[in-house]
T-cell receptor
Framework: GQNIDQPTEMTATEGAIVQINCTYQ??????LFWYQQHAGEAPTFLSY????GLEEKGRFSSFLSRSKGYSYLLLKELQMKDSASYLC??????????FGGGTRLMVKP | KAGVTQTPRYLIKTRGQQVTLSCSPI?????VSWYQQTPGQGLQFLFE???????NKGNFPGRFSGRQFSNSRSEMNVSTLELGDSALYLC??????????????FGPGTRLLVL
């Protein structure tokens, strides 16, 4: 079966750093995506990892360990606009994404 | 380049009715995937179409169906609506769907309420 776990909610302070973890157990693995979704809006692509290691993109970084079935999304210099849900998704077959439940991040002043 | 568009944006139906939702992918994209998003179940994959053929299917009953036209536009249909079908239905497009690292780009979704 497919299982992707992420914390349901997190709270952090503006200007701080937050790490959102994602663990997965899937029957196949063709890469892991992180999406950001603001309330009432479509998910937007943040990052993609298929090899072990860290991918950095501005204030956002994503890490993958395939042997541990583990990824994290790191957000630096948090801004109020970063308050959103963050979705971890595994491409486990063809073009099919299996999503975790999402992590709702609240950034406080 | 215009993004993925979905129509209608909001829809209210009653139990037993059927509904058709439409999705126009980004120009040049040939793969269209559909997802259902609910507070309880999160985002769940419905099906994926490429070149007018269904290539992948999620774990949903046969009441959920779809099709893709030669211009890559896609429709999904839900027949005999149930209260539990109330959800945000998201469409996502990607270039070919063949390359595993291709990013899927999501449309704004159609919010369906079944009364």
């Amino acid at each position: 079966g497919q299982n992707i776990d992420q914390p349901t909610e997190m709270t952090a302070t503006e200007g701080a750093i937050v790490q959102i973890n994602c663990t997965y157990q899937t029957s196949g693995f063709n890469g892991l995506f992180w999406y950001q979704q603001h309330a009432g809006e479509a998910p937007t692509f943040l990052s993609y990892n298929v090899l072990d290691g860290l991918e950095e993109k501005g204030r956002f970084s994503s890490f993958l360990s395939r042997s541990k079935g583990y990824s994290y999304l790191l957000l630096k210099e948090l801004q109020m606009k970063d308050s959103a849900s963050y979705l971890c998704a595994v491409n486990n077959a063809g073009n099919m994404l299996t999503f975790g439940g999402g992590t709702r991040l609240m950034v406080k002043p | 380049k215009a993004g993925v568009t979905q129509t209608p944006r909001y829809l209210i139906k009653t139990r037993g009715q059927q509904v058709t939702l439409s999705c126009s992918p980004i120009s040049g994209h040939r793969s269209v995937s559909w997802y259902q998003q609910t507070p309880g179940q999160g985002l769940q994959f419905l099906f994926e179409y490429f070149s007018e053929t269904q290539r992948n299917k999620g774990n949903f009953p046969g009441r959920f169906s779809g099709r893709q036209f030669s211009n890559s536009r896609s429709e999904m249909n839900v027949s005999t609506l149930e209260l539990g079908d109330s959800a945000l239905y998201l469409c996502a497009s990607s270039l070919t769907g063949h390359l595993y690292q291709e990013t899927q780009y999501f449309g704004p979704g159609t919010r369906l309420l079944v009364l």
